[in-house]
């Protein structure tokens, strides 16, 4: 900066006006600075203005597991609505740990980001208020807080398990089995809760072994599959909470000798990229994963400019995307 002014002719904290735009220079003096900015290949040293400031433009956003395909599709609705407002994004991957969270919330906070989306993580309440307290800008994606307002995204996942299962009972299926995600994060519970309330409406009973656990990864669908494939009656159709899963319910189905679907219909929950090229393609619940990252990173960014403003609650619709892995049951 300092040879900027001396090659310009004017003092250094013209220059730095100029750079940060802080007070009006007269447009002739302004000539000169960017003249001698662009001759001496001077570019303004991003992260020492962030110390000025004390604030970086950038947004931390957490992830359980960046690998799995819905969270890489929400993260680019995320980059690109933060790119747009001249944000950068860093990305943190918790493998599910609260460690790990922790450990990566307080590194954020070290560096100073302008907020944190937490999306789909093992988000505790004490977390969520002592952010609050520390009057950090935060959104929660995908899950709810209990007891907590805070800013939050997510969508109807009881909607959706509703038409999951709707969607195989006007097939004809009555032998309906769900595998499950993890019992303590909402999105699974209330997928859940949407597949029994259908059950229930259509005075199909319900019956506790056709529900099993998995953690929406690949292999736990594999699982879940090869147990409930090996009743004595097994069912029909299968809803997992997932697409993962779906595909590892699709996979240990076809390693037993049934075809997809003319003996076995399958519902994945999600609708990734991966959903329309399996075999058969997946019949899924779409949620509007690109809009979820869009409409979080402007509420987070909204929150940074008024930390007083009431709390808000955004809920997406889910949608049926019907494609060749469900059947008439015959």
């Excluded at 400031?53 to 359980?64: A, E, L, W, Y």
């Excluded at 918790?94 to 789909?120: E, S």
């Excluded at 969508?155 to 509703?162: A, D, K, M, S, Y």
């Excluded at 669908?221 to 097994?234: F, I, T």
């Amino acid at each position: 900066m300092r040879d900027v002014a001396q090659h310009a002719g004017v003092s250094i904290s013209t220059v730095s006006h100029v750079v940060n735009n802080s007070r009006a220079v007269s447009s002739e003096a302004r000539s000169r600075v960017l003249a001698a900015m662009k001759a001496l290949g001077y570019k303004p040293n991003a992260l020492a203005q962030n110390l000025r400031r004390q604030q970086t433009f950038s947004i931390g956003m957490i992830v359980p597991d960046s690998a799995n395909p819905f969270f890489a599709e929400v993260a680019r609705g995320i980059e690109d609505t933060s790119f747009e407002q001249n944000h950068s994004v860093i990305l943190c991957n918790t493998d599910g740990d609260v460690d790990k969270q922790a450990a990566h919330t307080d590194l954020l906070i070290k560096n100073q980001v302008a907020g944190i989306l937490f999306v789909a993580a093992g988000i505790s309440t004490e977390l969520v208020e002592d952010l609050q307290a520390r009057q950090v800008p935060l959104v929660v994606v995908d899950r709810e807080v209990p007891d907590v307002a805070v800013d939050t995204v997510l969508t109807n996942h009881r909607q959706g398990g509703c038409q999951a299962t709707q969607h195989l009972i006007d097939l004809g299926h009555r032998r309906i089995a769900c595998v499950s995600g993890g019992s303590d994060l909402s999105p699974s519970a209330e997928r859940l809760t949407g597949y029994q309330m259908k059950l229930q409406e259509s005075g199909i009973p319900f019956d506790e072994t056709l529900v099993v656990k998995g953690d929406f990864q690949y292999a736990s669908g594999y699982r879940a599959a090869r147990q409930l494939l090996s009743l004595a009656e097994p069912p029909t159709a299968v809803f997992a909470c997932n697409d993962l899963m779906a595909v590892g319910v699709i996979s240990a189905a076809t390693e037993m000798g049934l075809r997809v679907p003319e003996e076995l219909s399958v519902v994945g929950f999600d609708d990734v990229r991966l959903a329309s090229f399996t075999n058969p393609p997946l019949t899924t619940i779409a949620q509007p994963k690109y809009d979820i990252g869009v409409i979080a990173t402007k509420m987070l960014l909204a929150r940074a400019r008024n930390l007083a403003a009431p709390p808000r609650v955004e809920q997406l619709e889910t949608e049926l995307i019907i494609r060749g892995s469900t059947a008439p049951l015959s």
